[in-house]
């Protein structure tokens, strides 16, 4: 899959995304990388050769911001295309991994815990 298909699968989970959600999503940048770096993934406690991420949420978690925040960079999603294209080949398989993977770093960033996206089956 081209990675200008890829995008638009991805723009495409981003627009279904539900209302109150998007307009939660204001100050929050939608990436796409190639790959995480496995400095990144050393970070996070991940093998590089044997681990990948397809998402990661960066930023601070809606429930973790005081009265006082501001002035912030944006928070951002990133989508790893090429994690996801190994890993899913048909695109109604890609299709359906980019909606799960973007809603799990949605949760991120809404402050759910790792244990309670995976309990909503993301």
């Keep these: 899959m081209t990675r200008e298909r890829f995008a638009e699968l991805v723009e495409e989970a981003w627009a279904q995304l539900p209302l109150e959600v998007l307009e939660r999503l204001e100050n929050v940048v939608l990436l796409i990388e190639d790959e ?3 400095e ?3 970070s996070l406690g991940f093998h590089p050769r044997h681990d990948t991420l397809f998402g990661l949420f960066q930023g601070v978690p809606l429930n973790q911001r ?8 944006p928070d951002s999603i990133v989508i790893f295309y090429r994690p996801l294209v190994r890993a899913f080949r048909s695109e109604e398989r890609l299709r359906r991994e980019i909606r799960k993977t973007l809603v799990h770093e949605v949760g991120h960033f809404l ?12």
């Design 66 to 73: 005081g009265a006082f925040f501001a002035n912030h960079p």
């Design 40 to 42: 990144l993934l050393r």
């Design 36 to 38: 995480p770096s496995p």
């Design 111 to 122: 402050g759910f815990s790792e244990a309670e996206i995976r309990r909503l089956g993301y």
